[in-house]
């Protein structure tokens, strides 16, 4: 097919048509971004400890005392999923004995809540958790709560992207590999009368460009054609599922950071904000791969050290996380542009679709990593800060298409890193052909 770029480059790369199809596409993502970080809250586990009933016969002394303590980050705090046996208690206040001074709490028998629990109010008023009693013995259920939310997010996702093919064009670039020249020709010039730009009279030489194998329908085995193909599939699936998992288990661990539940969310969604600033600067004027690479380790780096900080620096503790959600999130954004700019035009689109599927699923599982912390409140971030440097390390071995237009076929993607014998590509492309640093695929 002939250059497609050059055949559009009149429509200039930033007029009034792509503005429009870049705000549609990012509003109709919105909802999906409430209704996934809603959970934050609806799912939030508020402290808790078992309901001794009003008709224990038990003295005020001992009703006090009928929780036993147990260390918990390093201090003693009431236990949140045991209680002594109420029985003997009662017995001990009927024969007017005194907790700790008369009876040795720790020596007593302790229970289960049999009676339930009662929740402190200080920060949730009422959640998930609070309703339904996924705390001791069920507390597994809020993770699984958590994915189911995901779940939703990913099915939102798909009715997005049903709704906004009713809006939103065609990208013309795939219609013409798919030899539909006439409604990639109706949407250029559509595009150019918004821009305000006459188009020229032919396009494009149908006769001359097209071809029969560009129209043979793409199937997902496509994505695993040749080994080279394959290779980048396969690294570019574990990239967004572990990247999903990062970035979305720092966003559910919120409310386990110190201080306000509330403004630290309120922090980790403006923190987004330089980072997606900061990912644009990388993106137009630094190679993809170490830009990527550069995040990740960054954000996992960052993390990692959070559990040599003392307690006590608890501002510190919590700019790291800031600092590691900041790479991640840099990293995430860059993704999309990088997975775009690494596969051919027939199956670009089912790429995106195959790597997004692998991000939800990073996001459905990562409750469960946010989870650990009820065993180590370190562990999570351990995981999370190996995982995010294991694939900045990963990143280093994909090709690098900084500079590079968009291939059109799979003759012409670039070969990864390992598989490389002193060429760049396949050589199909000339060397008199112009780099550019950001194609905008339309």
């Known amino acids: 097919m002939r250059d497609y770029d050059a055949a559009t480059a009149f429509l200039g790369e930033w007029g009034r048509f792509q503005r429009l199809v870049f705000f549609l596409l990012s509003a109709s993502i919105i909802p999906n971004g409430f209704n996934g970080m809603s959970v934050v809250f609806l799912a939030g586990t508020p402290e808790h400890r078992c309901v001794v009933p009003r008709g224990a016969n038990l003295s005020d002394e001992w009703r006090n005392a009928s929780i036993p303590l147990e260390l918990r980050d390093g201090q003693e705090a009431p236990s949140r999923c045991r209680r002594y046996r109420l029985a003997a208690l009662a017995n001990f206040s009927a024969l007017g004995l005194r907790p700790g001074s008369d009876v040795e709490l720790e020596a007593l028998e302790q229970e289960p809540c049999l009676d339930g629990w009662e929740y402190s109010r200080d920060v949730y008023r009422s959640t998930i958790v609070t309703e339904w009693n996924l705390v001791c013995e069920d ?38 590999s798919q030899g539909r020249y006439k409604e990639a020709e109706a ?67 919120t409310p386990d950071w110190h201080g306000n539940a509330f403004i630290n969310c309120f922090l980790s969604a403006v923190i987004e904000v330089p980072a997606y600033v900061i990912a644009w600067l990388l993106l137009r004027s630094l190679p993809r791969r170490y830009s990527l690479s550069g995040t990740f380790f960054l954000g996992g780096s960052v993390v990692l050290f959070i559990q040599l900080v003392p307690a006590e620096l608890y501002v510190l503790s919590v700019g790291l ?58 562990l999570p971030y351990i995981l999370m800060g190996s995982l995010t440097v294991l694939i900045g390390i990963l990143t280093l071995f994909l090709p690098e298409s900084y500079g590079n237009p968009l291939p059109e076929s799979f003759e012409q993607m670039l070969k990864v890193k390992c598989f490389r014998n002193g060429e760049q590509n396949s050589g199909i492309r000339s060397s008199k052909e112009s780099p550019k640093s950001l194609v905008t695929p339309l």
């Open 321 to 378: 996380v800031m600092l590691g959600k900041f790479g991640v999130t840099a990293a995430f954004s860059m993704l999309y542009v990088y997975n775009v700019e690494l596969y051919p035009t027939q199956v670009r689109n089912m790429a995106v679709g195959a790597t997004s599927t692998a991000s939800r699923l990073g996001s459905i599982i990562s409750p469960y990593f946010v989870y650990l912390g009820a065993y180590d409140r370190f």
């Open 187 to 253: 949407i250029i010039r559509k595009a150019a009368k918004i821009n305000g730009i006459p188009a020229p009279t032919v396009l494009f030489d149908t006769a001359e460009d097209s071809k029969p194998q560009q129209q043979q329908k793409a199937i997902l085995l496509d994505l695993f054609r040749t080994r080279n193909i394959a290779t980048i599939t396969i690294m570019s699936l574990l990239l967004w599922f572990f990247t999903s998992v990062g970035y979305f288990g720092l966003s559910l661990s």
């Open 139 to 176: 507390d597994w259920k809020a993770p699984l709560t958590t994915s189911l939310f995901f779940v939703g997010v990913l099915i939102g996702s798909f009715i997005s992207g049903q709704l906004s093919d009713r809006i939103i064009p065609e990208s013309p670039r795939w219609l013409i």
